[in-house]
């Protein structure tokens, strides 16, 4: 079965870094756009970060971007996103989801098929 387990997500404090990971199993992971997610309490889940298979462009959320980096280490079937100077806004819940082949441009969930079951991140002094 196709399955996508996000892990590192930790309580941390403001300017702070994680690095998240998400790993893939039972489906190839070279062909498949990996978003990123993230609900905050009492708010919709928004995209965040996306990487293409096809030339690994990278996109991301205006408030995110040159903050966080996503990246991929498709012989260890892992998604990584590195969060740098993070803020109490950033807290939330994390997943990441698979769709094939290419990011859409808004990082919009609907478009991604399959989840993992998130991993929380808490900035907080």
């Known amino acids: 079965q196709v399955q996508l387990v996000e892990s590192g997500g930790a309580l941390v404090q403001p300017g702070g870094s994680l690095r998240l990971s998400c790993v893939a199993s039972?489906?190839?992971?070279?062909?498949?756009?990996i978003g990123w997610f993230r609900q905050a309490p009492g708010k919709e889940r928004e995209g965040i970060a996306c990487i293409s298979a096809s030339d690994n462009k990278t996109y991301y959320k205006y408030n995110v971007k040159d903050r966080f980096t996503i990246s991929r280490d498709n012989a260890n079937n892992t998604v990584y996103l590195q969060m740098n100077s993070l803020k109490p806004e950033d807290t939330g819940v994390y997943y990441c989801?698979?769709?094939?082949?290419?990011?859409?441009?808004?990082?919009?969930?609907?478009?991604?098929?399959?989840w993992g079951r998130g991993t929380p991140v808490t900035v907080s002094s």
């Open positions: 039972e489906f190839n992971l070279e062909t498949y756009a």
């Open positions: 989801a698979n769709r094939s082949k290419w990011c859409p441009m808004n990082i919009a969930g609907i478009w991604f098929r399959f």
